[in-house]
């Protein structure tokens, strides 16, 4: 009978492979703590985070989730070009185009105490007066 694991017997291919993607995994762990680490420390300078503390599993889907995306407004105002009228819309309004400009609550607020329309699509006017 011979061995299991075949003493003397060179690697198949699969085998080395297996190895090698191992190792390479272990390698890339490590480079991503590193990074993680250092991102830490250069966007915290007072290093909050603990290195290492979590060890998250789900490689390769971290950086997606780490990306920071743009933050859609809360509110906003459609400055269009003469003659078109200003509206108080709600940032992630479809109807307010490319000339959406992002204001704070209170701004939103002053606008439309101002007389400015709210928009008749997204109505920022009921979650605002509510
Ligand atoms: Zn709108």
């Given at each position: 009978?011979?061995?299991?694991d ?9 085998e ?7 190792w ?7 480079v ?10 250069e966007h ?7 290195p ?5 599993d789900?490689?390769?889907r971290r ?5 920071p ?6 509110w906003g105002?459609s400055?269009?070009g003469?003659?078109?009228a ?8 479809w ?13 939103a607020?002053?606008?439309?105490a101002d007389?400015?329309?709210a ?6 006017d009921?979650?605002?007066m509510a």
């Open positions: 009978m011979p061995a299991p075949g003493k003397g017997r060179e690697p198949t291919p699969l080395k492979n297996r190895a090698l993607a191992q390479l995994e272990f390698q890339l762990r490590q991503r703590g590193r990074i993680r680490d250092l991102e830490a420390q915290q300078g007072h290093g909050l985070r603990k290492g503390a979590e060890e998250p789900g490689r390769g950086e997606a989730e780490l990306t995306r743009p933050r859609t407004p809360d105002i400055e269009a003469t003659g078109s200003v509206k108080v819309h709600r940032g992630d309004c109807a307010a185009g490319k000339e959406l400009r992002a204001i704070s609550r209170e701004r607020l002053a606008e439309l007389g400015v329309p928009c008749e699509v997204c109505r920022p009921r979650p605002l």
